[in-house]
Structures are given as structure tokens and as C-alpha cells.
């Protein structure tokens, strides 16, 4: 009878664990968000270290953690120093997203997160010109982006990765012509659709409103 007890005490612990608290969750996100573009990376360090404890389930902690790693690496391009540790952060959330979506193939949290991660670490490749590498991130995380579009439509913060795709594709077979067989199987590029979908985001994206913001200024 104990054992029966005990068993339905963890069960409803388990329950309430997942009863999160979401007003909290953005709150903390908007927060080191800000912290992050504010290049207060200690400060974003300990948010997101709450919300990776508090919402373990859910792969936004681990996601804008790498995000710190992210902006290190901008504010140094030509140090590679902290590429690694980047690529393993972006693994172990693709890796809580592939978990997520086994269970429902639909959750859009995941898609967006497993996309974004994807994406970034396909800019970081393109940055290093790795392009088949980048190349195959970028067509997976895109197709990965489609699928979160189609299970949530409203969700403006997906089309950061249209922007960045549309706009990417477009440009840098320009600028390297030795990207372009790379690039034969993915839908063409639109400089102009990219900026387009980027400015919405700027403007009414839920958490990807200043990555939207600081990559137009970046814009030639």
C-alpha cells in the first residue's frame, strides 16, 4: 500500500512539474533576451540558467544559452575558440526538440527551436565557408521552419527563418559563385521578400524581434 502511495505522490509531482508557469517563462525569456543584445552576457548566463531549471521540458533555456555563445563569437569573428563549444550547445537543444516531437510531430515550440538551431549553426558554417555543411543545415532547418509555419501560421517569429533564408540565398551566390551548386535544390532566393518578412518580425516578433532588428542593421 506504501509502495501505491508513494508511486502516486511522483506521479502527481510529475504532473504539477509540467503545470508551468508561462507568464513567468516569456518574462524570463524577454528578460535575457534583452540581456543578451544588451552584451550583459553574465547577467543572461544566470536567466537562462532559471528557466533551462524551471522549465526543463522546454528547449528555450537551452536555445538562447547558445544564443550567449552565438554573440561571443560575433563580437570576435575571427576567434574560433568558442565554435565547439556552440555546435554542442545547438546539439543538446535539437536534441530535446527531437524528444519533444516523437511524441507530437506538431509541437511548434519545438519545430521553431529545432529549426533556429539548425539555422544558426548554419550561418556559423557559411561563416567559416563550410558551405556543404551550412548548405545542408540550411535546406533541413528550412523545411523544418515550413513545418512550424503550417502548425502555426500566426506565429511571427517563424519567419525570421524565411527572412534569413530568402535573404541569404539570394545574396551570397552573389558574392560566392561557388555556392551555387550548392544551392540547386532549394527554393530560390528574394533579397526583397527576406528584408520584407525580417522588418515584420522587427516589429511584432514575440522573441526574435532584436535578432530580426540587429540583422538588418547588418545589411549591406
Not at 508551468?20 to 525569456?29: A, G, I, N, P, T
Not at 528547449?59 to 538562447?64: H, L, Q, V, Y
Not at 551550412?134 to 517563424?158: F, M, Q, R, S, T
Not at 521578400?193 to 540583422?215: D, H, M, Q, T, W
Amino acid at each position: 500500500m506504501l509502495r501505491i502511495i508513494i508511486l502516486l505522490l511522483l506521479i502527481q509531482i510529475k504532473i504539477i512539474g509540467q503545470n508551468y508557469d508561462w507568464v513567468r517563462h516569456d518574462s524570463l525569456v524577454k528578460a535575457g533576451v534583452n540581456q543578451i543584445y544588451g552584451i550583459e552576457f553574465d547577467k543572461a548566463e544566470n536567466t537562462f540558467d532559471i528557466v533551462v531549471n524551471e522549465y526543463p521540458t522546454h528547449p528555450s533555456g537551452k536555445f538562447f544559452k547558445s544564443m550567449i555563445t552565438w554573440w561571443r563569437i560575433l563580437l570576435d569573428i575571427d576567434d574560433e575558440s568558442n565554435d565547439e563549444h556552440f555546435y554542442n550547445q545547438l546539439e543538446e537543444c535539437i536534441d530535446l526538440c527531437e524528444n519533444i516531437l516523437e511524441k507530437n510531430k506538431k509541437n511548434v515550440d519545438a519545430l521553431f527551436f529545432k529549426g533556429g538551431s539548425l539555422g544558426f549553426r548554419g550561418r556559423l558554417l557559411a561563416i567559416r565557408e563550410k558551405w556543404f555543411k551550412a548548405a545542408l543545415d540550411g535546406k533541413e532547418g528550412l523545411d523544418i521552419v515550413y513545418k512550424a509555419y503550417e502548425a502555426n501560421p500566426k506565429h511571427v517569429d517563424i519567419q525570421l527563418g524565411f527572412g534569413i533564408y530568402h535573404y541569404y540565398s539570394d545574396v551570397i551566390p552573389q558574392k560566392y559563385p561557388a555556392v551555387k551548386p550548392f544551392l540547386l535544390f532549394f527554393p530560390k532566393g528574394d533579397k526583397v521578400k527576406g528584408i520584407k518578412e525580417l522588418e515584420n518580425v522587427a516589429i511584432n516578433g514575440r522573441y526574435a524581434r532584436l535578432e530580426s532588428r540587429y540583422f538588418l542593421q547588418t545589411l549591406n
